[in-house]
């Protein structure tokens, strides 16, 4: 039959087949030449010996004495083999059939191959056909040609589902059909006919704008190129070897110019940009990234800030120059004061020391000696009474400096001496004591013992009353408030809010202000009670002082501010000013000019013009007209006092080199 | 300033804790192709007042977008693209991993796709409004099609690319509206003006990108998705206002009807036509054809005072623009191989004159070098073989400032091998108080038609008056020494009897009097500013003070350099000497 055919056509089977017993074997054993040789020797055998033990490895055998069984069960002995290498040796010296001698593994027996069998395995060595006649590159036949044959290739009856409809199937097209109804399935995509690009803006709509549209902001365009990013740009815009090192050094976020100015000699020199795509990536990460804000550009001539003010030559007079210097001290000058006719000064030093000086020639003419450095000194302001209040430690000395008018100075002895005894007395705060002795002789007239440091003294308008501060942080005794004229001493209040810096009378009214750290009190001294409490907005207040006329209130700070109080509008400043550059020590009204001063560490005292109108409705005019300068700053210490003169338009000022000036 | 209406932010960038319910939905749609859509839609984040409020208390910089914008984005129709295209990816990687090859096919052929067109209407609801946000896109679009055709992303994006931009730059020749150039280190800055707008792009040079490792791709085909298709309705509408056929075509009667004749080696024949059109040395067909005077003459109207003035500048503006654009009409240029050939094309062409280039260089040459009309031949080494006596060599620089100083200069300083003056920006413009290159101040007197001074001339000046100066300098010396004797001999002397000299009356200088006490005034009129005023006075009169510094650092660095310069100048004269 045609399959028999194919099976044969083979060449190798062909030569098998003449062994019958082997065609077991024979697709194990096709490939390997070695293994023929087993079989070849099957076929040559005369005698039937045959190994019955089948296609094992043969060394399993190895260890026995036999080698198998043949057909009737007995066992194959292995033959005697005793030849020793010699043996072997001479054998393969002598014996001329050797090569072709080879053992046959199944029983052991040395067979000598044919020549046809040399000649087969030398074919199959070479990859040739075992046969030689076979032809290898014969014209194939088709079987399944066009030419009709008679006969079947297979006589295979039909299966039953060759002839009955598939249910599967018939399932797949219904739902191919289902989804061609409904459409979900098209055989092409339509083809897009409109081109695509068009005129898309033909029928341009103002309507159809979305109001989205209006406040849309569209990104800001890039920054254009300047001179150094020239790829040969005029020797300026390159960096030299210091600006390189220093535009290497810093962090690329904050550097001005993305990259290094470059200078090529020719076009054909210049290479790519590395960054380019870099660049191109940022900006569209911008583009989508950045948070987009309209902000208005401050387009302003910085002349337009400036506030337009009345120029200071219009609101004459005030203090323009230096006029006078008034030397002897040899430390700092804490404070000073003006008798109320003008005519004399009086200045505390830290060398303990008070001096008194005319004005008008800056002669000192009596110097008094304390023991201690003078905080502070006052004038009293009543005209008929020549006292001077000096505090110095805890001690407050109240001086007749024996200047002016001789006839006030005695009424002011007798004013002193005329005091009697009252009848009760009454438990004190303060120790009074007239001064007896040299001290006398100096001036001193009456003595006045404080518990605490006194740091300010300061006089009520009338001449009577003193106010003294100690400083202290939470003690209830930090204002004293003494009466010369009866040697009583009061302390107004039961308990004191905050460091209290500064106090002062109100010129006209029954009103006492109080500067602590950072408010200033308001008590009504004959109601007893707070008033107002004015917020100062500042750290530390340092100074204070009351308007002539009583409604406004100036306060410096040693956070270089100075605020004014318009106690009518107000408990907030109506103004600060920060024209200091550092910490006010002192301010001061004009008694009877639109003016006040400041000084300052900064060694300069800055005269303005502060008018207050009647005009309730009116705010008061704050227009700084002169800057003063005369003190060296010592210690990181300027000016440490300014005072008005009570009549002219000058002002003094003490500073911390020991010097007084008068400007005029 | 602009006030944000409905105060409710979310951002939307991963990690995503949003734990409003309401937000999170609208979040959980948007966020896969939320990027996508941000740059398409051009939503951009905004900056919420309080931040902290919206943030919920923390100061971690996030972004904030505008829930109606994000509520915008959902309505888009492309929304429901996008998710279709992701189904279509999903089901092909399905169909790919069962074999199914056929099925393939068909989806493949079925593939979703989508179009911008009516987002680039939305966004750009009048065509000006697309000319003038085209600044990107045409930057964007020059960068992507000198992209290699492999790798970053698709060949056909970079062939679309190229073909727009292409298209750009024979619109931009057609209608001669290149204003400036620049040559920068980064690249060649473009600036037109399109319908009114200023339009500037760049070019890097050509060379092959190193692509960075940490820039995202993605993003940046996103835009150029957005930019191509805006660039072509643009294009498209340009063309149309010009009466040229778009897609462009090259004018028939031109010389390029005859086919050169290494054209086949060049190109294949299906792009042969698209690099013709890229060489830009042809002018393009048109609908409508050319008449040639056709400058209509504006309609004169009366005006008076201000007006009259007003429309005088523009006149004369509009003059010296028309001059500018027939700035190399005449010329016949010819470029050697090495300069950048594409550049100088345009910029040439751009302006009325003729170019050309060696054959082998590029197709569409025009003439040969051995043509004996042309007039300049670009080149941009230091010598060249043969030269031809009745043309100018020079160097491409020469181009280019020309066309920013809107008038021929004179060729001398571009010569081969000689060092070229600074090329400078044209897109800086000084105010007064700014730093001017002297180089800048010549140009502007070579535009005022003044003659520049031979510079040998000044040189010899400068050379003269540095003697007089020595001279000087020696009398000064002189005068020293005298006075030096005389103190030696009155100490020597030792008869110094202390002198009462007449006091001298100081002249009152009223002027400088009168300055100071306005400068007082001012110092005392400072002091009384408010404090928001004071900080806003100090930050200007600082930037003010900050500019003049700069200024006076530039030429201060000059006046170095030149007499540095002028030192190792005058030392080789000696040496020659």
């Known amino acids: 039959s045609q399959t028999k055919k194919s099976l044969f056509s083979d060449p190798r089977s062909v030569w098998f087949i003449s062994s019958p017993s082997c065609v077991m074997f024979l697709w194990h054993t096709v490939k390997w030449a070695d293994s023929l040789l087993i079989f070849i020797t099957f076929s040559v055998r005369s005698q039937d010996i045959r190994n019955t033990v089948g296609n094992i490895p043969m060394e399993w055998y190895k260890d026995y004495p036999h080698i198998g069984y043949d057909l009737e069960g007995k066992k194959i002995f292995k033959p005697i083999r005793n030849k020793d290498e010699l043996d072997e040796f001479l054998d393969k010296m002598e014996n001329p059939d050797y090569w072709r001698t080879v053992q046959d593994k199944m029983t052991g027996a040395d067979i000598r191959l044919s020549d046809e069998q040399v000649d087969l395995v030398h074919r199959l060595q070479q990859g040739k056909f075992g046969d030689v006649n076979f032809n290898e590159y014969e014209p194939a036949i088709d079987f399944f040609s066009n030419e009709v044959m008679i006969h079947p290739v297979t006589n295979r009856p039909q299966d039953k589902r060759s002839f009955i409809p598939s249910l599967i199937e018939k399932e797949k097209v219904g739902k191919l059909v289902h989804a061609i109804k409904m459409g979900w399935i098209k055989p092409h995509r339509p083809k897009e006919t409109t081109p695509q690009y068009y005129d898309l803006w033909a029928k341009e709509d103002p309507n159809s704008i979305l109001g989205r549209h209006k406040m849309h902001i569209p990104a800001p365009k890039m920054k254009l190129p300047g001179h150094e990013e020239s790829y040969n740009p005029p020797p300026e815009y390159l960096m030299s070897e210091e600006e390189r090192l220093a535009w290497e050094q810093q962090d690329p976020e904050y550097r001005k110019l993305s990259f290094l100015p470059q200078k090529f000699a020719c076009l054909r020199a210049v290479p790519a940009y590395s960054r380019f795509i870099h660049e191109r990536f940022e900006r569209c990460l911008d583009l989508y990234l950045c948070p987009r804000q309209r902000k208005m550009r401050v387009n302003v001539n910085p002349e337009d800030l400036i506030p337009k003010l009345p120029k200071p030559k219009d609101l004459q007079p005030f203090p323009t120059t230096q006029s006078l210097v008034y030397r002897g001290h040899s430390s700092l000058v804490r404070s000073i004061s003006i008798s109320p006719s003008g005519q004399w000064l009086v200045s505390g030093s830290d060398d303990c020391t008070v001096r008194f000086w005319e004005v008008s020639t800056a002669r000192c003419l009596k110097t008094v000696e304390v023991g201690g450095a003078v905080k502070g000194v006052a004038w009293n302001p009543n005209p008929s009474i020549c006292l001077v209040a000096v505090s110095y430690d805890d001690t407050v000395v109240l001086l007749n400096p024996g200047l002016g008018d001789r006839l006030v100075c005695t009424a002011t002895d007798q004013l002193i001496s005329s005091y009697e005894e009252p009848e009760e007395v009454k438990d004190q705060p303060v120790q009074w004591a007239v001064a007896e002795g040299e001290g006398h002789e100096q001036g001193h007239r009456l003595i006045l013992k404080h518990p605490k440091a006194v740091r300010q003294v300061t006089w009520h308008g009338k001449g009577d009353y003193l106010a003294c501060v100690m400083p202290d942080n939470g003690n209830s005794l930090q204002v004293v408030i003494h009466q010369v004229s009866k040697r009583r001493t009061q302390n107004p209040f039961r308990k004191n809010k905050g460091l209290v810096q500064c106090v002062s009378f109100h010129p006209i009214r029954p009103y006492f202000f109080v500067a602590t750290q950072r408010y200033v009190r308001v008590y009504n001294l004959i109601k007893q009670e707070l008033t107002k409490k004015l917020m100062a907005n500042c750290k530390w207040i340092s100074s204070m002082a009351i308007h002539p006329g009583g409604d406004n209130v100036i306060c410096g700070s040693y956070d270089c501010r100075l605020a004014w109080f318009d106690l009518d509008l107000s408990t907030k400043p109506y103004k600060v000013l920060r024209h200091h550059k550092k910490a006010l020590r002192s301010v001061a009204y004009h008694r009877h000019y639109p003016l006040f001063a400041s000084g300052s560490d900064d060694g300069n005292v800055i005269v303005c013009h502060g008018m207050v109108y009647n005009d309730l409705l009116q705010n008061p005019l704050i227009v700084p007209v002169k800057v003063l300068k005369g003190h060296t700053i010592t210690h990181d210490l300027g000016v440490l006092d300014v005072t008005f003169h009570p009549t002219q338009p000058w002002v003094f000022s003490s500073g911390a080199d020991g010097t007084v000036c008068l400007f005029t | ?577």
């Open chain 2, 1 to 577: 300033m602009f006030s944000i209406s409905s105060l409710f932010f979310f951002f939307c960038e991963p990690p995503v804790e949003i734990t409003d319910v309401y937000t999170v939905s609208i979040c959980e749609l948007i966020h896969a192709s939320h990027r996508r859509l941000c740059i398409l839609k051009g939503i951009y984040p905004h900056e919420p007042k309080h931040k902290k409020k919206v943030n919920k208390g923390s100061t971690a910089p996030r972004t904030f977008y505008l829930l109606k914008d994000i509520r915008f984005l959902l309505h888009e129709p492309i929304v429901g693209k996008f998710r279709e295209y992701k189904i279509f990816v999903r089901k092909l990687r399905k169909a790919y991993g069962k074999a199914e090859w056929s099925g393939v096919q068909r989806m493949k052929e079925n593939k979703p796709a989508y179009k911008l067109d009516h987002i680039i209407k939305e966004r750009y609801p009048t065509f000006i409004d697309a000319v003038r946000d085209v600044d990107d896109a045409l930057s964007m679009s020059f960068l992507f099609s000198t992209f290699a055709r492999t790798g970053k992303c698709h060949v056909q994006t970079i062939q679309l690319c190229r073909r727009l931009s292409v298209e750009w730059m024979n619109y931009i020749i057609a209608s001669r509206s290149l204003r400036k150039v620049f040559l920068s280190i980064k690249g060649i800055y473009y600036q037109a003006e399109v319908l009114g707008q200023t339009i500037t792009w760049i070019i890097p040079y050509q060379f092959a990108h190193d692509h960075p490792t940490d820039v995202d791709y993605r993003v940046m085909a996103t835009f150029t998705e957005l930019y191509t298709t805006l660039l072509g309705f643009v294009n498209f509408r340009l063309y149309q206002t010009l009466n040229l056929v778009y897609p462009p075509k090259l004018d028939g009667q031109g010389e390029f009807s005859l086919k050169s004749e290494c054209e086949e080696d060049y190109a294949l024949e299906s792009e042969s036509y698209s690099e013709k059109l890229s060489a830009l040395s042809a002018s393009l067909a048109r609908t409508v054809p050319l008449v040639e005077d056709e400058e209509a003459e504006l309609d004169l109207f009366p005006a008076e005072g201000e007006d009259l003035e007003k429309m005088e500048a523009r006149e004369k503006i509009e003059l010296e623009q028309n001059e500018q654009k027939k700035l190399f009409e005449g010329l016949k240029l010819f470029l050697n191989r090495e300069v950048p050939r594409e550049s100088l094309a345009f910029v040439i062409r751009c302006f009325g004159g003729q170019v050309s280039w060696d054959k082998s260089l590029c197709i569409g040459s025009t003439y040969d070098e051995t043509d004996e009309t042309i007039t300049h031949h670009i080149v941009d080494r230091p010598t060249i073989d043969k030269q031809y006596i009745n043309r100018y060599y020079i160097q491409p620089q020469w181009v280019y400032d020309c066309v920013n100083g809107k008038i021929l200069l004179p060729v001398e300083e571009y010569f081969l091998g000689v060092t070229l003056p600074p090329h400078l920006s044209p897109f800086v413009e000084e105010s007064e108080g700014d730093y001017v290159p002297p180089e800048k101040l010549k140009l502007q007197a070579l535009q005022r038609g003044e003659k520049p001074q031979a510079e040998d001339d000044e040189e010899e000046e400068e050379e003269e008056e540095e003697d007089d100066d020595d001279e000087d300098d020696q009398s000064e010396d002189e005068d020293e020494a005298n006075l030096a004797e005389m103190e030696e001999k009155r100490a020597q002397g030792k008869s110094l009897s202390v002198k009462v000299t007449p006091g001298k009356v100081k002249p009152e200088n009223r002027m400088r009097a009168e300055q100071e006490e306005k400068a007082e005034e001012k110092r005392l009129a400072i002091m009384m500013m408010k404090k928001k005023e004071k900080y806003l006075y100090d930050k200007i009169m600082f930037g003010k003070k900050r500019h003049v510094r700069e200024a006076n650092k530039l030429a201060a660095k000059r006046k170095a350099h030149d007499d540095s310069n002028k030192a190792d100048k005058k030392k080789k004269k000696k040496k020659k000497c």
